[in-house]
């Protein structure tokens, strides 16, 4: 089972982006979903997460009302929509997948990690 992590790229600040998870098996249909951020010199941050039915969300107060995280069950397909984005967003994001009921910010509970895909923000 795998995670595919695509969307990246470079943006001026202020604008979006929107990335996606895409898993390898249905498994995952039932996994929460997280999204998590690594920036030079820096610890793996948390960014947002999602239960698997789509009702439960969490998101780090440094990206919220700017990043939306949503998932495509029948994609088994997740999403990471960033709009505002800032320079200091920058970083690779990573997309997790874990057996837990409801979201987590701990990477720790998370068992299946995407290889990461690349931010850029220009200022």
């Known amino acids: 089972a795998q995670l595919q992590a695509s969307g990246g790229g470079l943006v001026q600040a202020g604008g979006s982006l929107r990335l996606s998870c895409a898993a390898s098996a249905r498994t995952f249909s039932s996994y929460t979903m997280g999204w998590f951020r690594q920036a030079p010199g820096k610890e793996r941050e948390f960014v947002a997460a999602?239960?698997?039915?789509?009702?439960?969300?969490s998101y780090a107060d440094s990206v919220k009302g700017r990043f939306t995280i949503s998932r495509d069950n029948a994609k088994i397909t997740r999403y990471l929509q960033m709009n505002s984005l800032k320079p200091e967003d920058t970083a690779v994001y990573y997309c997790?997948?874990?057996?837990?009921?409801?979201?987590?910010?701990?990477?720790?509970?998370?068992?299946?990690w995407g290889q990461g895909t690349q931010v850029t923000v220009s200022s």
């Open positions: 999602i239960s698997w039915s789509g009702t439960i969300t």
């Open positions: 997790a997948a874990s057996k837990i009921p409801t979201p987590s910010k701990s990477p720790q509970l998370y068992d299946y």
